[in-house]
């Protein structure tokens, strides 16, 4: 005989649905104003460590995909993290002609170096991260970023990014700085001295970018980057990639050149050639240096300043065989 089936008159059921799950919500340690800050929920906990320098997670979204998290503060989902490692990547190295020896600062997660090695004129990439412990648990969790760290053109140094480039002079055509927000350990990468250090370990014409934070929130961040890095270089402008999962949903470049303009100097015919992009183009490019007239300011003047030196004999010197 059937047991007789129990009927609720609970006016709520508290009775788990197949398809229900009671979830986790990840907040961000970081209110980018007062009260508002990023709530993610939390399908699964793939990976919780602790580093000798941080704690890292990575974790299952319920719509981001895999999410990495360090101290508390989100570096990247995978739902939008192509926007800001395509805009790092491709816009200094289709504005130098030759980028044969590339540096990238920071960017354990490898998600500069796979866009990186889209370039064929591109011969080695060396990636200084601090904490080796961010690259293993990438590498195993975060895939579509880190696959390209076993690349034969690239080299992993667990060392300081600011010591780094000191020894390291006139060695590479561009260096790419994806750094942390300026906090603890990461401020010195938004100081004089390691700009001054990037500056000695380019070569002749190379180009550096650096992540600045947002016009919206990091305005005295931003003004005290370029007080220093337009007397440093002939070429300075600033730029921006929409990343919804950043803080105010945008997160901005400083492009400091030795030479290559941002805008007149784009290889528009290699951009044509490169695969696999979903953000980033050269009307992108373009757009990307108009700033908003309230942020127009931050960097000492709108749009990219003209190098001091001859523009026809930088390149005739370049492309000298």
């Known amino acids: 005989m059937a047991r007789a089936t129990k009927k609720s008159n609970d006016l709520v059921s508290l009775e788990p649905k197949k398809d229900q799950f009671m979830g986790f919500w990840f907040q961000d340690s970081i209110e980018f104003v007062p009260g508002c800050t990023l709530n993610v929920k939390i399908k699964d906990f793939l990976c919780r460590t602790r580093s000798k320098f941080q704690d890292i997670w990575v974790v299952e979204t319920e719509g981001l995909g895999r999410m990495l998290v360090i101290d508390g503060v989100t570096m990247l989902t995978e739902f939008d993290e192509f926007a800001y490692h395509e805009m790092i990547s491709h816009v200094p190295l289709l504005v130098h002609p030759k980028p044969s020896r590339v540096l990238v ?133 600033y730029y921006v990639t929409i990343v919804p999962t950043y803080p105010s949903g945008m997160i901005g470049f400083s492009f400091c050149s030795l030479d290559w303009d941002p805008l007149r100097d784009i290889a528009e015919a290699r951009a044509k050639r490169l695969k696999n992009l979903r953000y980033y183009s050269p009307e992108i490019h373009r757009g990307a240096f108009a700033l908003p007239r309230f942020a127009e300011g931050f960097i000492g003047g709108g749009g990219a300043q003209q190098p001091h030196r001859s523009r026809a004999k930088g390149r005739s010197q370049l492309l000298q065989p």
């Open 105 to 237: 600062i920071g960017g354990g997660d490898g998600g500069v170096v796979r866009e990186v090695l889209k370039h064929p004129e591109v011969e080695s990439v060396h990636l200084c991260e601090i904490d080796e412990e961010v690259v293993n648990v990438c590498r195993k969790y975060l895939p579509s970023q880190a696959g390209s760290l076993g690349d034969p053109r690239v080299k992993i140094f667990y060392e300081d990014g600011a010591k780094f480039a000191v020894n390291h002079p006139k060695s590479y055509e561009v260096i790419i700085v994806d750094s942390t927000d300026p906090f603890g350990p990461g401020q010195v990468l938004f100081q004089r001295p390691f700009f001054l250090s990037v500056k000695k370990a380019l070569t002749h014409q190379g180009i550096a970018v650096t992540q600045c934070e947002s016009i919206y929130l990091h305005r005295p961040v931003i003004e005290g980057v370029f007080s220093f890095a337009r007397k440093l270089f002939p070429v300075t402008s």
